[in-house]
């Protein structure tokens, strides 16, 4: 059973930066993609990154390229999410999770983690 654990959040400014984190509790990367999600009130959970198990392919929504950098660490079963530029419209709780693909598809993830709040206030 994998476990994911999140980190990270928290509350603040708009244009402010924040990096999250997610621990597995074992090796758990090849050969699957890690995405991480975002799930605001009222509204579904949306995909916002990926990144294969070698993390030499990565992917984002559109809403957040260029603004958002996904990346892990193999040694430390760790990946990490970095916010910057900040908006409003990024609140929500945010979710990593592992899938063997197709990873925008939430319904093809296999394990979740609890999620952590993102509040970005304006």
């Known amino acids: 059973q994998v476990q994911l654990g999140e980190s990270g959040g928290g509350l603040v400014q708009a244009g402010g930066s924040l990096r999250l984190s997610c621990t597995a509790s074992?090796?758990?990367?090849?050969?699957?993609?890690m995405g991480w999600f975002r799930q605001a009130p009222g509204k579904y959970r949306e995909f916002v990154a990926a990144?294969?198990?070698?993390?030499?392919?990565?992917d984002y929504a559109d809403s957040v390229k260029g603004r958002f950098t996904i990346s892990r660490s193999t040694t430390e079963n760790t990946v990490y999410l970095q916010m910057n530029n900040l908006k409003s419209e990024d609140t929500a709780i945010y979710y990593c999770?592992?899938?063997?693909?197709?990873?925008?598809?939430?319904?093809?993830?296999?394990?979740w983690g609890q999620g952590t709040q993102v509040t970005v206030s304006s």
């Open positions: 990144i294969s198990w070698s993390g030499h392919r990565t």
């Open positions: 074992e090796h758990t990367f090849s050969p699957y993609y």
């Open positions: 999770a592992r899938t063997s693909g197709p990873y925008r598809d939430s319904a093809r993830y296999d394990y």
